[in-house]
């Protein structure tokens, strides 16, 4: 079964650094998402990504934070002066769609725990 | 800004009992999507629930949509230790492609 896969799997960084997180969505979706999750909290939306361009981002996603999808398999998530509160784990997911009347449902991979020190 | 709320937080039942997690959002949604996530692991889709007062049912689990389109519920039948991890749903507002997850409820079975 295809899978989206994320690497790496742990990832630590001192404040003030820059990360990039990497995502390989599933092949045939078209929708990509980063979320977050701090540890034992809720799941919390960071941005969602459509045709090469931002579809809709969260407060969260701030200047810092930037994706990319540099060759049309990989997709980023770059954090580019990292902070202590940045550390969590980090989806991402996939979907074929984003149309709420479509059951698709979003693929997410196994995650990117970062902590920063 | 929107929120969704979900209670109980934490839910321990002995193995066999039913259990119920609500589910209730500051706003009309569009849809709903429920995860499971297992202790470690990540988010996964279990169901999309897209129509007011809409009841579907996997096996066990039973997932409903409110009729004014702002709560929702999953119900699970007998549970067994399997079912260990926490449910999680998943909102989107109409014209928005952003999904608002819930707080979450933490499921523990006890055999």
């Known amino acids: 079964e295809p899978e989206v896969t994320q690497t790496p799997s742990h990832q630590v960084t001192q404040m003030g650094q820059e990360v990039i997180l990497r995502c390989v969505p599933i092949?045939?979706?078209?929708?990509f998402y980063w979320y977050r999750q701090i540890l034992g909290q809720k799941v919390e939306f960071l941005v969602s990504?459509?045709?090469?361009?931002?579809?809709?981002k969260s407060e969260i996603f701030d200047d810092q934070f930037s994706v990319e999808r540099p060759d049309g398999s990989n997709f980023t998530l770059k954090i580019r002066s990292t902070k202590l509160e940045d550390s969590a784990m980090y989806f991402c997911a996939s979907s074929e769609s984003l149309a709420s009347v479509q059951l698709y449902e979003q693929y997410f991979g196994p995650g990117t725990r970062l902590t920063v020190t | 800004g929107q929120q969704v709320m979900q209670i109980p937080q934490y839910q321990h039942v002995q193995e066999g009992e039913d259990f119920t997690t609500y589910c209730n959002s500051s706003?009309?949604?569009?849809?709903i999507q429920w995860y499971k996530q297992r202790p470690g692991g990540h988010p996964v889709f279990l169901i999309q629930l897209v129509k007011s007062g809409e009841v579907k049912k996997q096996k066990r689990l039973t997932f409903q949509f409110g009729e004014a389109k702002k709560n929702s519920s999953l119900h699970i039948t007998a549970t067994q230790t399997t079912d260990v991890g926490t449910y999680f749903c998943?909102?989107?507002?109409?014209?928005?492609?952003?999904?608002?997850f819930g707080t979450g409820t933490r499921l523990k079975v006890l055999a």
């Open positions: 092949s045939n979706h078209l929708y």
């Open positions: 706003t009309t949604l569009s849809n």
């Open positions: 998943a909102g989107t507002q109409s014209g928005t492609y952003k999904y608002i």
């Open positions: 990504f459509y045709n090469n361009e931002i579809s809709e």
